[in-house]
Nanobody, 114 residues
Framework: QVHVVESGGGLVQPGGSLRLSCVWQ????????MAWYRQGPGNRRDLVAS???????NYINSVKGRFTISKDSAGKAVYLQMNSLKPEDTAVYYC????????WGQGTQVTVSS
């Protein structure tokens, strides 16, 4: 059974930064494509950024230039550096593959507020 564990969220003022981490636990193939998702209050869970095994990253328009997705060399951890945070970035952030292959973790709460 694969588990994903997200961490790094918190309360930050607009314009601030956070770095989220996600670690995969269990028997999985290394170097899968990975993605970060978020679910704001009353919203559905949406994909925010993804990274291919080769390192090609894709982002939704609203976070381009502010968020950076990266992964470790072993392919079992993925990170999301979030800069210039805005109140609309407030959400629970989750990681999974782009195909949502694994059970969802509990996520990590990001709150952007003054």
């Amino acid at each position: 059974q694969v588990h994903v564990v997200e961490s790094g969220g918190g309360l930050v003022q607009p314009g601030g930064s956070l770095r989220l981490s996600c670690v995969w636990q269990g028997e999985i193939w290394a170097n899968l494509p990975m993605a970060w998702y978020r679910q704001g209050p009353g919203n559905r869970r949406d994909l925010v950024a993804s990274i291919s095994p080769g390192g090609t990253a894709n982002y939704i328009n609203s976070v381009k230039g502010r968020f950076t997705i990266s992964k470790d060399s072993a392919g079992k951890a993925v990170y999301l550096q979030m800069n210039s945070l805005k109140p609309e970035d407030t959400a629970v952030y989750y990681c999974n593959t782009p195909g949502e292959s694994f059970p969802w973790g509990q996520g990590t709460q990001v709150t952007v507020s003054s």
